[in-house]
């Protein structure tokens, strides 16, 4: 079945610093892929994402970068601040009877003031 | 706009006891999503549902059942809770079964004791 694998599990920054965090995915058949910002015991939050004919997709401070021959996607997130501070999960749609979500693992960032 | 309602929002339940968690999707969506988010964990796929017919299924207990009805209300039935059941439980909504959105609902805590 789908697989999502996410890198870092924590990443902590400085304020005003970059954040990256990457997932790749198994499935070849995935074609859309949110990322989430949860913060402690709320729901999910999307915050971008990208359709498997795009490469890349901004929104101001938040990027998002697909490649899908590598099976691999990015989110970036420039001048970070301490609202920032959240775990962050990537996510692929698994292509079959539905459009469910396959989350990786998650990513605590800490953003330092 | 109206959001995805879930209830109750909190549950406290003994092991071997009964829970039935309740979803109402944004107007007009016509999909439902159920996700188990355990402790430190990413949300898992349960069950979904399409024009109240079941559309896919994951990692359910055989304990678990869930239906969805004429007005697109979700039931998620919990029976013999365990203690590994306590978890958050998220409904989510989407607009038919392409690539769209899924709109997620503030979850419900549910605590077995």
Redesign the interface.
Known sequence: GENVEQHPSTLSVQEGDSAVIKCTYSDSAS??F?WYKQEL??????II?I?SNVGEKKDQRIAVTLNKTAKHFSLHITETQPEDSAVY?CAA?YR???????????TLLAVQP | AAGVIQSPRHLIKEKRETATLKCYPIPRHDTVYWYQQGPGQDPQFLISFYEKMQSDKGSIPDRFSAQQFSDYHSELNMSSLELGDSALYFCASSLDRGDNEQFFGPGTRLTVL
């Open positions: 074609n859309y949110p015991g709320k729901r999910p939050q999307l994402d359709r999960f749609s079959g009877a539905t459009n469910k979500l396959i989350f990786g693992t998650g």
